[in-house]
């Protein structure tokens, strides 16, 4: 569900420039993110992080990654970007982006991971073109994930996950740690995001994978 537009949040999210950015699609920074850090760890990208509750957690507790969060909703961004700052966090990027265009502000094998998490399911079937999960978007992420690289996917839909699963064989992607119900036997290392929450508080089944480029 998409937040109700709120008056002056581009204003407010210049509050927090120095890591979050409305990004204009500036493919100069394409092979240069680790400069842009100033390090030369690793890179993670949240694809549609919301209110940041799942990239800030992983953020704060692996500190030696660098992470990058996309998303094109303002209003979430600045949520995100509070959490963020009350958590002293400098090893996180935030961009209001569409991810239509992910491959123009990244590199060739330059990212090593993507989450992907709880992306919209866009359940009619013309529209399935839009899912993050359809080969479109599957081939511009082999384009900028490292070999080897990984996209770990985690929704609350079925019809999405099972449809996400045959998109990835397509692709000739390698798929592991299939589950279809992530909470029964829940891995403790496992950052739950807010809707996670919610659905499990709902009895909603939680379907997860990872995939290898």
Known sequence: MR???????FEKLENFSNFVTVEKIDSSRAGNWKKFFGNDNKIFVELGFGKGDFISQLAEINPQINFIGL??????VLKAARKIQEKNLSNVKLFVFDVNHIEEIFAENEIDRLYINFCDPWPKKRHAKRRLTYITFLQK???ILVPRGEIHFK????ALFDFSLEQFALANFQVSEITFDLHANE???NIRTEYENRFSAEGVPINRCVVTV
């Not at 937040?3 to 949040?9: C, D, I, Q």
């Not at 929704?155 to 079925?158: Q, S, Y």
Request: charged share 50%; hydrophobic share 15%; net charge positive.
């Open 141 to 143: 992420y082999k384009k």
């Open 155 to 158: 929704t609350d839909n079925r």
């Open 187 to 189: 891995p403790p290392e």
């Open 3 to 9: 937040l109700r537009k709120k008056p002056n949040t």
């Open 71 to 76: 998303e094109m909703e303002a209003e979430v």
